[in-house]
């Protein structure tokens, strides 16, 4: 209560698993920390301390629509003429940006996801200006901007990046028409190809840039002064290992999750390959790793609507804090369940454009092979994949009759 009553205080938030999920999204909450980032970055326009600015008055605070499960906000300026579509003024000073505080929760991953976030923003991102993904602003954490010396309190590490246009998918199905949706799904196969074959710093010296990328000078600067951020999800070996421990915690969490009916989850032990190296080393569509944004799912993709809604487009893909090097399979599952609503369609005009024209073709030659390998990357899945609901779509599994029926259902695209 003392938190929300005041706009000045400067001490890290010591915030109870109880009262966590009360707070996360409240911009009452946050708002003294977000104005004393403002004032630390000048963000919005905001003067620093001891400009007589009176800070608090000058900014605007809101949760996005889509609440996730570490706090975000968006952070603006109060307008004092008409609003305007551009997210900076005319000094080049972002008028509108996010930031996102990391949590450490059940469902949080804390420094985890802030350095791949982190290292992605700051270490990758500035060489390729064509990607549609949030900018970087700044980075701290709470406990470095206030000086707080308690070893005992968690540093709540922020980052500030730019906002972008466009709204979530999940907010947007109503106005989706057949074209567009498979618009739509070419897009983000595309565009996921683009991330996925992105060199990252620790590749070999061999790796070379798309052509059409060309570094941003004034962000790789903003990158170099930060050094080299320690990223293990970017490590070559990473996947290989988070597959194998996968596949040993995933029949537990099934059984928490409830969401498999009873039969299904007897049929995990002999379905499931005993080797992560099934899915990887020996996959005919999974050999090789790349850039995987980790959890493309309907909130995390913006899009826009155009020649009155004839055409949709992609404006980017926010949330990357599950980010990390990755095999295609686990990407496409998040898209497919979640994007998409198991629409094979949809699923069809992803692959054809996330693959290369003679992988693709491997793909529709071997239909079975591919659903299975996906079914196994989505039961080992580190989120509930399946739990997916929207008005008008819910997965019956009651029904089901094995889990080989469930990987036909849902990823031969070639029966409709």
């Not at 308690?150 to 590490?157: A, L």
């Not at 007897?266 to 899915?279: A, C, G, N, R």
């Not at 089901?400 to 469930?406: G, I, K, Q, R």
Request: some cysteine; glycine content about 4%; charged content about 20%.
């Amino acid at each position: 209560e003392e938190q929300k009553g005041s706009t000045t205080l400067r001490a890290v938030p010591r915030i109870s698993s109880e009262l966590y999920d009360q707070v996360v999204a409240d911009p009452v909450f946050w708002r003294p920390h977000l104005v004393a980032i403002a004032q630390e970055y000048a963000l919005c326009g905001v003067a620093g301390q001891g400009s007589g600015q009176d800070p608090a008055a000058a900014l605007r605070v809101d949760a996005p629509r889509l609440p996730g499960d570490n706090p975000v906000f968006i952070v603006s300026t109060v307008p004092t003429t008409q609003p305007t579509t551009s997210h900076h003024n005319s000094t080049g000073t972002a008028t509108c940006c996010i930031v996102k505080f990391y949590s450490v929760t059940e469902l949080t991953k804390g420094d985890t996801s802030c350095n791949a976030e982190l290292f992605l923003y700051t270490q990758v991102f500035p060489s390729y200006p064509h990607l549609p993904v949030p900018r970087f602003i700044a980075h701290s954490s709470l406990k470095d901007l206030y000086h707080d010396t308690d070893e005992s309190v968690w540093r709540y590490p922020f980052l500030v990046t730019q906002k972008l246009e466009g709204e979530p998918v999940k907010l947007s199905r109503s106005k989706f028409t057949e074209q567009t949706r498979l618009q739509f799904a070419a897009q983000l196969g595309s565009l996921a190809r683009l991330l996925y074959n992105t060199p990252l710093p620790s590749a070999s010296a061999s790796a070379s840039a798309p052509a059409s990328a060309s570094p941003s000078a004034s962000s790789a600067a903003a990158s170099s002064s930060l050094g080299n951020v320690d990223a293990e999800t970017m490590h070559p070996d990473y996947h290989s290992k988070f597959i194998a421990e996968r596949l040993s915690k995933c029949r537990a969490d099934h059984k928490k999750w409830k969401r498999l009916p009873e039969h299904l989850q007897q049929e995990l032990h002999t379905y499931l390959p005993q080797s992560s190296d099934v899915l990887l080393e020996n996959s005919v569509f999974n050999r090789t790793l790349g850039l995987m944004h980790g959890d493309i799912h309907h909130e995390h993709t913006l899009v826009t609507f155009h020649d009155n809604g004839d055409v949709v487009r992609i404006e980017g893909l926010i949330d990357f804090a599950d980010a990390g090097v990755g095999s295609r399979l686990y990407e496409l599952v998040q898209v497919h369940l979640s994007t998409f609503c198991s629409d094979k369609a949809q699923l069809k005009e992803f692959v054809e454009n996330y693959w290369n024209a003679e992988e693709a073709a491997q793909i529709r030659s071997n239909i079975p092979q591919f659903a299975y390998e996906c079914m196994c990357f989505c039961l080992i899945h580190e989120f509930n994949a399946l739990k997916v609901r929207e008005e008008g779509y819910w997965l019956e599994l009651d029904q089901v009759s094995s889990l080989a029926t469930l990987a036909s259902m849902l990823f031969d695209f070639t029966n409709p």
